[in-house]
């Protein structure tokens, strides 16, 4: 692991051509109960979890750990019952009213000067983090190595493709969870795990298989960032 930084993991579910959300860009609930589990194991291991503001509006809500074991493991490891659930968003445009700021977790929200101005005053977030380069844009680097000071040593990102292109272009991901569900999606319009500009073949992020197993019809696929 990078010292200055969390261990850092995407965990997605995509369709067999590669969409995380269909043209609509409604939320992506194709995934099984076994998917479902296999996230809730990711977010149980981790120390945060880290979404984007598009994530959160498609949801409303986070996925919280409820599985006996999970909070049995965490509690013995004197964990908090949650990891800490991170919203990251430059211009914090959420809406105080949805199931998120209701659910039993901490909230923290990474963002700008100006996304900060709404909430600093407000109860919602537990902590309002501010990291902003020079252009206006949210400091990626400085946000980890300040998670990481807090003895936040493994984060899972959750999505959605923009976070993830943004990480990836950063050098700040260090492995990968794709679980492949038995659909076709299609659409120029639909959302998939890796958005922005996009990579030239040659020095595009190279992956290495760690593993790969299925379930039923469901394929998981971990890998490792290769550097």
């Not at 809500?61 to 990251?88: A, G």
């Not at 252009?135 to 976070?163: N, P, V």
Request: net charge negative; hydrophobic share 45%; aromatic share 8%.
């Amino acid at each position: 692991m990078i010292e200055y930084r969390p261990h850092t993991t995407v965990v997605l579910a995509m369709s067999a051509d590669g969409k995380i959300a269909d043209f609509r860009q409604a939320p992506a609930r194709f995934g099984s109960v076994v998917d479902q589990a296999h996230l809730e194991k990711q977010i149980a291991i981790s120390d945060a979890v880290l979404f984007g503001a598009g994530t959160l509006r498609a949801y409303n809500t986070t996925m919280t750990i409820s599985e006996t074991i999970l909070l049995q493991q965490r509690k013995e490891v004197n964990k908090h019952p949650q990891p800490v659930h991170i919203v990251i968003s430059r211009s914090a445009n959420l809406n105080p009213d949805i199931k998120f700021f209701q659910q039993p977790v901490r909230r923290w929200l990474l963002t700008t000067s100006l996304g900060a101005y709404f909430w600093q005053e407000r109860s919602e977030f537990e902590q309002v983090l501010v990291f902003e380069n020079p252009t206006g844009e949210i400091d990626l680097l400085a946000a980890l190595t300040y998670l990481s000071s807090l003895q936040i040593t493994r984060l899972a990102i959750l999505g959605g493709g923009k976070l993830v292109a943004s990480f990836l272009e950063s050098n700040l991901i260090d492995e990968i969870w794709l679980t492949i569900c038995p659909l076709i999606l299609g659409g120029s319009m639909a959302l998939s795990p890796v958005e922005g500009i996009g990579f030239l073949s040659d020095v595009a992020p190279k992956l290495q298989l760690l593993e790969v197993f299925t379930v039923e019809q469901e394929v998981f696929l971990h890998y490792r960032i290769i550097r």
